[in-house]
């Protein structure tokens, strides 16, 4: 499960929930970016998430359900090193954009992970893999949960997000030109969740390069990081 926004009004604003189960993670921050790192068996902390002094953010929620289409095959490219790259900065959001244009997305086997990535200008590019991508120039806002944007509601699963997805448009579309860091936790905290927990709610004011962000639902513990560009 996961919730990711990106509003485009005065500012850039971009809104994240990683909702976790089961799995290690980490906040770790440093100058040019806060990542949201999970501890995986082999490779061990891997950064996944989280934003970068550049003005990039990172999203990758789990599609449900998953598409086999996604699975590896003889060529392509990993969704989850796209990520990386873009969050380390080793790629621009626009080289990704080409590569998924270009070549096939993959993801891990048996699950389907998407893209919600974002640059400095507000540009959005969903990614899912085995199934496509979608570019979206500076939109006034985009969301994506746990369904793909290819299927809709065509495919049901417990934890596709649709309510997640319909709350967070509904809150967004009538949101003001004024729209700043409290409403966009405002609408993280709406779609927060408990069964699959929230256990990271971060939010990238990108035209501060700032970031903040609260861990298990705690809204009044709010941490806060300004980055700085290389």
Known sequence: MCTSIAVNKKKTVIGWNLDLLDMEY??????DGVFIEINDRTEGWMPLFGANARGDFVGMPTCWPSDARSDPGEDGESILLLD??????????????ELA????????????????????EGNVLHIVPGQGSRYYERPDHAVLTNFSPFKGDAEKHPWMGLDRYQKAEAMLQSASDDFDVEDCFAVLRAVAQEVCPTVVSMVFDVD???????????????QTVKLVER
């Open 26 to 31: 980490r906040v770790r921050t440093a100058a």
């Open 84 to 97: 990386i790259d873009l969050l380390l900065q080793r790629k621009t959001l626009r080289e990704i954009r």
């Open 101 to 120: 244009d270009t070549r096939p997305v993959f993801s891990v086997p048996g699950l389907t992970f998407m893209g919600a990535l974002s640059d400095a």
């Open 208 to 222: 501060e390069r700032t970031v903040y962000w609260c861990e298990n639902r705690e809204w009044d513990k709010i």
